[in-house]
């Protein structure tokens, strides 16, 4: 038998000792071959491309396509993070580069936008990350967040809303629809607190009083940002605006968010049982969260709202507790199995509880692998209706630039119901980044046709800008703070 040489053993062979040492490769060619090797995939693409691009079938078109839009937000995510802005940003700013590849000549991707195929994708991915929020979220948060945190919250929601439909947009795009104006109150309104939660974790001030506010906070500002998109939605369908429309509808979305929420969790777990004794296996359990999200999101279009408030609402459903009678995970069972023999009581201890909150979170891990596949579909779409030819006129960006201020203004405001004794600062900000939410609103009323192209893209911008501007200002406040306290 002959073993092959480990790595090491071959680099010191003397075959490639003479090929390294050659007299005819000299020291710069020698310099370049690793830059060439990495190239060399990029020129078998491109030399390539003309046998891609030839297929006009519409089956092989969709598949070049996610194909093309996976693999380049994988590798563009990474990129993002670390500058210190979430894969979210990355995704959204290729979706941006390969829309607008049509300046400069090359228009392979512009048909994207318009199929219908990728769209569904699209509108899938947005369900499945409303699915995914729902499933992180308890609903004892819902209930136990503090004072401050309710007030923050409510500001955070009710100060930009009112900033965008009666002051900003009137303002800066006059003339427009007010269901236009409603909608950029809405946009401007959502909160992604993911990007400042990611900032106060990587500083280690996450259980900080300011920080534990925001994350209360954004609780409260999903639930009411939610709210406001059903009836701001339900308002444009309905083409009227007259309080008791208004009132209705609000009725109709928190009876959709309530009477779901306690019909389901007073069935869910005689639902959950039953199907257990039936199969208890992953891919049950797997099937049950996929369709139940499913089918709140269509229950949820039925009822005149947005399919995203069901799925949101189908993810509060699946509390660990009830989860309890489906199998655990097969690397929970290895490991418990070698742990009597491996460690001491105490370790044991410590081991059990780590797998204790694996197997309770199993549901949420489950569909994350979904949602890799699908929901990056969403951003990238998104970011590809942006029209950076809007940017050529000053007024665009004038009115990108001055919405961009509002959404600020509007959050800062909330920082300041935080209370005496907290850094308004650091509250305010850490509400700041719009991020996913705010493309999702964004998306919702572009479908309903009250937000235009130019808008739409103006919107995207002022989400960018905010998600772009809050790490670094966050984390100077907090080393500010910290200077302070030393």
Known sequence: DHQLPEPAAFHKSPGAARVLESPDISASEKNRMPALRRLFPLALLAAAWPVFAAGSDVIGQNLLWLAIILLAARLFAPVAQKVGFPAVLGELLLGVALGNLGLLGFHYFDAIVKDPIIMFMAELGVIILLLQIGLETRLGDLVSVGARASMVGTVGIVVPFALGAFVAGPLV?????????????????????????????????????????????????????????????????????????????????????????????????????????????????????????????????????????????????????????????????????????????????????????????????????????????????????VDLAVLADPKAVAVALALTAAAIVGKLAAGFAAGKGRNPWLVGWGMVPRGEVGLIFAMVGKKLGVVSEAMFSEIVIMVILTTLLTPPILTMLLKRQAAREA
Not at 208 to 216: C, D, W, Y
Not at 233 to 259: P, Q, R
Not at 273 to 288: E, G, I, K, T, Y
Request: charged share 15%; hydrophobic share 60%; glycine share 8%.
């Open 173 to 385: 795009l006059p003339g427009m629809e007010f269901n236009a104006y409603l909608f950029l109150g809405a946009t401007l309104a959502a909160t992604s607190v993911g990007i400042t939660g990611r900032v106060f974790r990587d500083l280690g001030k996450l259980k900080m009083p300011e920080a534990q506010i925001v994350l209360g906070a954004a609780v409260i500002d999903d639930v009411l940002g939610l709210v406001i998109l059903a009836v701001v939605s339900s308002l444009v369908e309905a083409g009227t605006v007259s309080l008791v429309d208004v009132v209705l509808i609000i009725a109709k979305a928190v009876a959709f968010l309530g009477g779901s929420i306690v019909i389901g969790r007073a069935i869910a777990p005689f639902l959950l049982r039953w199907a257990s004794r039936l199969d208890n296996s992953h891919s049950m359990l797997f099937s049950l969260v996929l369709v139940a999200g499913l089918f709140m999101a269509w229950l949820a279009h039925a009822v005149g709202l947005a399919a995203i408030i069901g799925a949101f609402a189908a993810g509060l459903l699946f509390e660990p507790i009830f989860l309890k009678e489906f199998e655990t995970p097969k690397v929970v069972q290895d490991i418990e199995a070698l742990l009597p023999v491996a460690v001491d009581a105490e370790k044991q201890a410590n081991f059990r509880s780590v797998l204790a909150r694996h197997t309770s979170h199993q549901h949420e891990q489950m569909i994350e692998p979904i949602g890799y596949f699908f929901v990056p579909v969403f951003f990238v779409l998104t970011g590809m209706q």
